[in-house]
């Protein structure tokens, strides 16, 4: 089992920038990919942006040029450097682990609520 726990949620006016943290505990050397997903209200969830165990990454066409993933395997944390938000970008965003597995088994945080004023 892996656990995952986001911070870093928030209020904040378009423009601005927000960092989101996961940190995820459990059997961590299970894990391959890891990834932020966010879903609107009324709209299904959506991957934002994720990164694998070797530092490959992958966007969303949406949020190319503003948003930056990252990894820091020493501290079991996946990082979201929101830059330039919108208030299109608010949603709740949720932490998400990849196992090695095949097929691979999905760990879930419980969601961190972004929220961007126009």
């Known amino acids: 089992q892996v656990q995952l726990v986001e911070s870093g949620g928030g209020l904040v006016q378009a423009g601005g920038s927000l960092r989101l943290s996961c940190e995820a505990s459990?059997?961590?050397?299970?894990?391959?990919?890891l990834g932020w997903y966010r879903q609107a209200p009324g709209k299904q969830r959506e991957l934002v942006a994720s990164?694998?165990?070797?530092?490959?990454?992958n966007y969303a066409d949406s949020v190319k040029g503003r948003f930056t993933i990252s990894r820091d395997n020493a501290r079991n944390t996946v990082y979201l450097q929101m830059n330039s938000l919108k208030p299109e970008d608010t949603a709740v965003y949720y932490c998400?682990?990849?196992?090695?597995?095949?097929?691979?088994?999905?760990?879930w945080g419980k969601g961190t609520l972004v929220t961007v004023s126009s």
């Open positions: 459990g059997n961590i050397f299970s894990i391959n990919t």
């Open positions: 998400n682990a990849k196992s090695l597995h095949r097929p691979p088994i999905d760990y």
């Open positions: 990164i694998s165990s070797g530092g490959s990454t």
